[in-house]
T-cell receptor, first 110, second 116 residues
Framework: DAKTTQPPSMDCAEGRAANLPCNHS???????VYWYRQIHSQGPQYIIH???NNETNEMASLIITEDRKSSTLILPHATLRDTAVYYC???????????FGTGTRLTVIP | EAGVAQSPRYKIIEKRQSVAFWCNPI?????LYWYQQILGQGPKLLIQ????????DSQLPKDRFSAERLKGVDSTLKIQPAKLEDSAVYLC??????????????FGEGSRLTVL
C-alpha cells in the first residue's frame, strides 16, 4: 500500500517555481523521503531524497516539515522539459525497494 | 558513464507465447531490480538481485515469470506463457547500494510488451 498522498495533477507556468506537495503522515523516524520523476516513455529518474533536513541539489529542493508528515519538492524555474510524473516515495520499513504510487502529473505550460 | 541498457524496446506477442527481456546494469552496480509498469500506474517491483542472489521475489508471479542474473552482471526476465494482463513496460534498474538502502536507483528506458 502507498504510504504517500499526492495530487494527481498540477500545472505550472514556464519559468515559475513548481511546488509539488506530498503527504506522508505515517512516516517513521528512520524512513527517508525520495522523489523520482518519469518523463514520457522513459524510466524513472532520481531527483532528491532527505530524512529530516531540507535538501538542495542541482535539480530541485526538498522541504520537509518539522513533524516530517509532509514535504514539498520545489523546481525553482520550471521548463517544458520538466513535464513529467513526479513520485514521492517513502522507503518501507524493512523493505529494500521503493514503492511507487501513481504520482503527480506536472504539466509545464509555455 | 553508460546507463542501464535494456532490450528489446518493444515486443508484440500473442497470448500463451513466451518472451524474454535482457538488462545490462551500470558497471559495478551490485543490486539489480526488475519492475513492471502497467499503463497509468507506478512501477511495481517484481524481483531484486544482490549480485547473483535473489533478495526479494515476493511479487513475482512464479508460475509464469522467471528471472536470472548469472555471474552477477546481466539479467534476463522471462514470461512463459504470457497473458493479456502482462501487457506493460518492464523496467530494469540498478543501484550501488545494498540492503541498507540509502542510495538511488538508475533505471533503463524499459521494454514495452504488448500481448494480443
Amino acid at each position: 500500500d502507498a504510504k504517500t498522498t499526492q495530487p494527481p495533477s498540477m500545472d505550472c507556468a514556464e519559468g515559475r517555481a513548481a511546488n509539488l506537495p506530498c503527504n506522508h503522515s505515517t512516516i517513521s523516524g528512520n524512513e527517508y523521503v525520495y522523489w523520482y520523476r518519469q518523463i514520457h516513455s522513459q524510466g524513472p529518474q532520481y531527483i532528491i531524497h532527505g530524512l529530516k533536513n531540507n535538501e538542495t541539489n542541482e535539480m530541485a529542493s526538498l522541504i520537509i516539515t518539522e513533524d516530517r508528515k509532509s514535504s514539498t519538492l520545489i523546481l525553482p524555474h520550471a521548463t517544458l522539459r520538466d513535464t513529467a510524473v513526479y513520485y514521492c516515495i517513502v522507503r518501507e520499513t524493512g523493505a529494500n525497494n521503493l514503492f511507487f504510487g501513481t504520482g503527480t502529473r506536472l504539466t509545464v505550460i509555455p | 558513464e553508460a546507463g542501464v541498457a535494456q532490450s528489446p524496446r518493444y515486443k508484440i506477442i500473442e497470448k500463451r507465447q513466451s518472451v524474454a527481456f535482457w538488462c545490462n546494469p551500470i558497471s559495478g552496480h551490485a543490486t539489480l531490480y526488475w519492475y513492471q509498469q502497467i499503463l497509468g500506474q507506478g512501477p511495481k517491483l517484481l524481483i531484486q538481485f544482490q549480485n547473483n542472489g535473489v533478495v526479494d521475489d515476493s511479487q513475482l508471479p512464479k508460475d509464469r515469470f522467471s528471472a536470472e542474473r548469472l555471474k552477477g552482471v546481466d539479467s534476463t526476465l522471462k514470461i512463459q506463457p504470457a497473458k493479456l494482463e502482462d501487457s506493460a513496460v518492464y523496467l530494469c534498474a540498478s543501484s550501488l547500494r545494498e540492503r541498507v538502502y540509502t542510495g538511488e536507483l538508475f533505471f533503463g528506458e524499459g521494454s514495452r510488451l504488448t500481448v494480443l
